[in-house]
């Protein structure tokens, strides 16, 4: 079975047609990295996998459950698929540790000992087991990610989605980040990302999307996304940025 499909998918906001007959599919243990400009759907995309913003039509499946209106589906995809974005959106007023461990105490009902020690491990894992007791806004941007990526982890998600996880970190904390993500990659966790980091696209990537006015306009391995993109949207694209 497929970790992901999406079939035909539209979404509009109002008269605004933001996804256009979208399809994809992603294999369990996939890393998909989304590029393209900016308006082009990359987020809308993300945020309607995990039920975050509703398609109107066509269809998406999430490890088997189609994604629907009802309440019940769009819990079990969500408990499937952690999400990741670019300003972190910890809790300001828990400490790092109680932002990993709420979900896992009041959604899938460990008990605070359970929650903790896991969470405490997902933080070992993001090397800042340390930063456990602090708020938030203690820490730096980097580290605030690696504790948002931790806090995705421990409700043992099997697939994990990133928004540009790295665009708001100063370029120091960039690096610590993507080392977390291609940590997670080589674990096998199915990903998708959308980034620009095209460095990391090249080291992670099974494939590179490209979107284009809410259709994906390309979709191939990076080897070849970048020495010879096909579609003259994703060269001009690839000429702006540093990297590609
Ligand atoms: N809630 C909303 N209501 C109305 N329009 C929206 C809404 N969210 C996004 N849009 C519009 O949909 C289009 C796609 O937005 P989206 O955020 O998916 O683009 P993006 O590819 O992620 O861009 P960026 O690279 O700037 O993050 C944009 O034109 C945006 O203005
Ligand atoms: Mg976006």
Redesign the pocket.
């Known amino acids: 079975m497929e970790a992901l499909a999406l079939r035909g998918v539209n979404k509009w ?2 008269r ?1 047609h ?1 996804l256009r007959d979208l399809s994809l599919s992603v294999a369990r243990g996939e890393r998909i990295v989304i590029c ?12 309607c996998i995990n039920g975050l ?1 509703a398609h109107q039509s066509g269809q998406i499946f999430v490890e088997g459950t189609e994604l629907t209106r009802d309440l019940k589906t769009i819990d079990r995809v969500r408990r499937e698929t952690g999400m990741v974005f ?1 300003h972190f959106n910890l809790f300001p007023h828990l400490t790092v540790l109680e932002n990993c461990m709420l979900a896992p105490v009041h959604v899938r009902k460990l008990s605070r000992a359970e929650a903790e020690a896991a969470a405490m491990e997902l933080l070992s894992r993001v090397r800042i087991p340390e930063q456990a007791h602090k708020y938030p806004a203690q820490l730096s941007g980097g580290q605030q990610q690696r504790a948002a990526i931790a806090r995705a982890l421990c409700m043992k998600p099997r697939i994990m989605l990133f ?2 996880p790295t665009s708001a970190l100063d370029p120091e904390m960039v690096q610590e980040v993507l080392e977390t993500m291609i940590a997670l990659a080589d674990e096998g966790m199915t990903m998708l990302c ?1 980034s620009h980091e095209m460095g990391f696209a090249r080291a992670v990537a099974d494939r590179v999307i490209f ?1 284009d006015e ?1 259709r994906i306009v390309e979709d191939s391995p990076p080897r070849s996304f970048f020495s010879a993109p096909q579609h003259e949207r994703a060269r001009l694209f690839l000429s702006r940025i540093p990297g590609g």
């Not at 393209?36 to 945020?47: E, H």
């Open positions: 906001f109002g605004f933001v393209g400009p900016s308006g082009s759907g990359k987020s809308t995309l993300i945020r913003e670019q928004d540009e959308v979107m809410g």
